[in-house]
């Protein structure tokens, strides 16, 4: 059996393609386990700087399993209110607490189709580019289900809550071009180029100092969720935290000699 996420590293940057392309890589246990697994153990890596999530073969991500919900196979699906309660607590909902939690950038290359859980998926992830292929659904409803792993809390923050209610009281499916310009991805390029698009993004961004990508990214999401003065009393500890860092100097240093930096960590 062919392992659910593949994992794949390029130096500063980790490639996680999710590998169940026969379900369009649906969020099954094991997927959700091996993308945990990665996710929580990411911060501790302080080699890594940038994640690109992907999926194999023609889908991103279709969410959850319908046969699942049908056969009532899993606990999300079954037993009392209370029970299922909790399995979505200990199970899917882990995803997002996961992503909120890690402070390293993470580009989605949405490959093809990213459905209910799927779109939510995509939402968790800081910047998103598509390919002409790529089609977006919050589509809890065509269920008759609410969205269970967090999308009413991200996708409001992704499009704005009028094109978030509509995408999610309609069910309906927003192509690439639309998604654009809504800001639900950044880029639309032809599928051949998705990967390289990302990467590309990704070496943008881990040319900076590590610890500075790091906090850059933990200020701007906690900030949003902030008063301005607790906003900017935080910006002031990270500030001082990375002017006491090797890089930041070396930064300024190269900036000034023209020259490129060369960046240790430290």
């Not at 580009?107 to 992830?125: F, R």
């Not at 999308?151 to 999610?168: F, K, N």
Request: proline share 5%.
């Amino acid at each position: 059996m062919s392992e659910p996420l593949l994992i794949e590293r390029r130096g500063p940057v980790a490639i996680l393609t999710l590998n169940l392309p026969e379900t369009r890589n649906a969020l099954t246990d094991s997927l959700i386990q091996s993308l945990l697994d990665f996710l929580w153990s990411a911060n501790a890596d302080e080699e890594l700087s940038c994640i690109v999530l992907t999926g194999a073969g023609d889908g991103f991500c279709s969410g959850g399993n319908v046969k699942e919900m049908q056969d009532k196979a899993h606990p999300m699906y079954r037993g009392s209110a209370f029970q299922m309660a909790e399995a979505y607590r200990s199970n899917i909902q882990q995803i997002p607490l996961a992503f909120d939690a890690l402070d390293v950038p993470v580009i989605a290359a949405v490959n093809g189709s990213a459905i209910g859980a799927g779109c939510d998926l995509a939402c968790m992830c800081d910047i998103r580019i598509a390919s002409e292929n790529a089609r977006f659904a919050e589509s809890f409803l065509r269920v008759g289900l609410v969205s269970g792993d967090g999308g009413a809390w991200l996708l409001p923050r992704t499009v704005g809550m009028p094109r978030a209610l509509e995408m999610a009281l309609t069910g309906r499916m927003v192509d690439p071009k639309t998604a654009e310009s809504w800001g639900l991805v950044t880029h639309v390029v032809p599928r051949e180029q998705l990967l390289d698009k990302a990467l590309e993004i990704a070496a943008e961004i881990t040319s900076f100092p590590p610890k500075s990508i790091r906090l850059n990214k933990r200020l701007m999401k906690r900030s949003a969720d902030m008063t301005l003065k607790a906003a900017l009393d935080l910006a002031a500890s990270y500030q001082a935290i990375v002017q006491n860092t090797s890089d930041q100097r070396e930064a300024v240093a190269a900036l000034l000699e023209k020259r490129k930096p060369r960046f240790t960590g430290e």
